[in-house]
T-cell receptor, first 113, second 114 residues
Framework: QQQVKQSPQSLIVQKGGISIINCAYENTAFDYFPWYQQFPGKGPALLIAIRPDVSEKKEGRFTISFNKSAKQFSLHIMDSQPGDSATYFCAASRAGGGNKLTFGTGTQLKVEL | DGGITQSPKYLFRKEGQNVTLSCEQNLNHDAMYWYRQDPGQGLRLIYYSQIVNDFQKGDIAEGYSVSREKKESFPLTVTSAQKNPTAFYLC?????????????FGPGTRLTVL
């Protein structure tokens, strides 16, 4: 049972454009929603994270939008750059039980010049 | 220079052999995790440990074993019972202090079974 569904699987955006990646979750007990960025052959690095008590969080060019009623959250990358080309994973966890992360299947982003 | 180290970066194993992947952290984190990553899939949790001498199975623990004798170290053994061991293995750690939930990942070990 996939508890976090991520789309699209791949995305091509022009330099300067907006990249949007969406995730939906099923478990209403989740209370922490991070996004990770992964370059080929490297470990994932935390990009930005949000808790369900806020609807939006912005850090530089990266914004998370969170819709608790719809059980959806999304990552927006403004002014996308070629250096943003990577795989992005959404994830979710809940307090207790080891704070285990449940990951989406990833989105491969390519930013073209 | 704090962080998580994994060794080796690449590992080759013959079928029927056990192999142990190393994970060390100097972040003074209590919790440590092992994930497996396959092409086109997200990360799947193998085992996790919240304190020394204690660990719990994740979603895909069959064919794997771990130990947590020291706070800094959480080695993963891939046994011959694991049917499809070829994958990218990632170790992570998390501080239990405060309310942080952030897991920090190591650089990974790519295991190939020949």
């Amino acid at each position: 049972q996939q508890q976090v569904k991520q789309s699209p699987q791949s995305l091509i955006v022009q330099k300067g454009g907006i990249s949007i990646i969406n995730c939906a979750y099923e478990n209403t007990a989740f209370d922490y929603f991070p996004w990770y960025q992964q370059f080929p052959g490297k470990g994932p690095a935390l990009l930005i994270a949000i808790r369900p008590d806020v609807s939006e969080k912005k850090e530089g060019r990266f914004t998370i939008s969170f819709n608790k009623s719809a059980k959806q959250f999304s990552l927006h990358i403004m002014d996308s750059q070629p250096g943003d080309s990577a795989t992005y994973f959404c994830a979710a966890s809940r307090a207790g039980g080891g704070n285990k992360l449940t990951f989406g299947t990833g989105t491969q982003l390519k930013v073209e010049l | 220079d704090g962080g998580i180290t994994q060794s080796p970066k690449y590992l080759f194993r013959k079928e029927g052999q056990n192999v142990t992947l190393s994970c060390e952290q100097n972040l003074n984190h209590d919790a440590m995790y092992w994930y497996r990553q396959d092409p086109g899939q997200g990360l799947r949790l193998i085992y996790y440990s919240q304190i020394v001498n204690d660990f719990q199975k994740g979603d895909i623990a069959e064919g794997y074993s771990v130990s947590r004798e020291k706070k800094e170290s959480f080695p993963l053994t891939v046994t011959s019972a694991q049917k499809n061991p070829t994958a990218f293995y990632l170790c992570a750690s998390r501080s239990r202090a405060g309310t942080t939930d952030t897991q920090y990942f190591g650089p990974g070990t790519r295991l190939t079974v020949l």
